[in-house]
């Protein structure tokens, strides 16, 4: 992963949020907030784990069947990362903002899912929500040639002939996978092993100290955020660290 395709992001940048975080990249720009866990309505509770309420707002105007079709997405995800049966009948609160999205003939819903799932992963990890492991997702298409685009620029998204999300866990387990398209086993499978590797190959940095892997961007921003709490509570810092502010936009 070059700097140019790194994320930009902040977290704590929401001071009415238990976690909250936003996070910018290829065209897609997300502001997310977390709240809980807390008492859930009863009509809403489970007896033995918290449940996880998810809500995406679209960029303009209300949501439709394309949001509530993210959120059920999303929250069936999280749900594998966040430790609910340590808070029984409790729920813990995702929301989601799309501020910006890239200029794009495509009508696929798949692609704006990486940094939803991001931007969550970083609003949890603000709001000290217990979780089993990091997951990071990414974007993957098959051209008409079957050769696999990653990083590709939206005007080759629009034109390949397959779409494939996945996610990963910490442990490279998968968690997400959803397609779009007309693909076969083979280049499914191919396509797979190319986010794995994007989202937590072996390699954690490259040479020139950055990360090379999302999940390791993740856990560097986190790192970070951790530092600056850790320097404001030993005195050497001037903003609270629910409300330090840290921006890993590389530098130019």
Not at 124 to 151: E, F, N, R, W
Not at 222 to 250: N, Y
Request: net charge negative; proline share 4%; charged share 20%.
């Amino acid at each position: 992963m070059n700097s140019q395709s790194l994320p930009a992001t902040k977290l704590s940048l929401l001071h009415r949020a238990d976690g909250s975080a936003s996070y910018s990249r290829d065209g897609y720009s997300i502001v997310g907030a977390v709240n809980g866990p807390v008492e859930a309505q009863r009509r809403d509770e489970l007896a033995e784990e918290a449940a996880v309420d998810v809500t995406v707002r679209p960029s303009s105007g209300v949501g439709g069947p394309r949001e509530r079709h993210l959120e059920s997405i999303l929250q069936s995800t999280l749900r594998q990362v966040i430790l609910v049966q340590k808070h029984p009948r409790m729920v813990v609160q995702v929301t989601l903002q799309v501020v910006a999205t890239p200029e794009s003939r495509s009508t696929s819903i798949s692609r704006i899912l990486p940094a939803l799932l991001h931007t969550s992963m970083l609003s949890l990890l603000s709001a000290s929500i217990p979780l089993s492991t990091v997951l990071s997702s990414a974007v993957v298409a098959i051209d008409h040639d079957g050769q696999i685009l990653s990083d590709a620029p939206a005007r080759q998204l629009d034109a390949a002939a397959s779409l494939h999300v996945f996610a990963f866990s910490s442990q490279q387990t998968l968690l997400l996978a959803e397609s779009e398209g007309g693909f076969d086993l083979d280049g499914w499978e191919a396509a797979r092993e190319t986010a794995r590797s994007m989202c937590c190959g072996e390699s954690a940095m490259d040479d020139h100290g950055q990360a090379d892997t999302l999940e390791a961007f993740l856990r560097l921003t986190m790192r970070a955020k951790v530092e600056g709490d850790q320097r404001w509570k030993e005195g050497g810092g001037f903003a609270s660290g629910r409300d330090a502010m840290i921006d890993s936009e590389p530098e130019v």
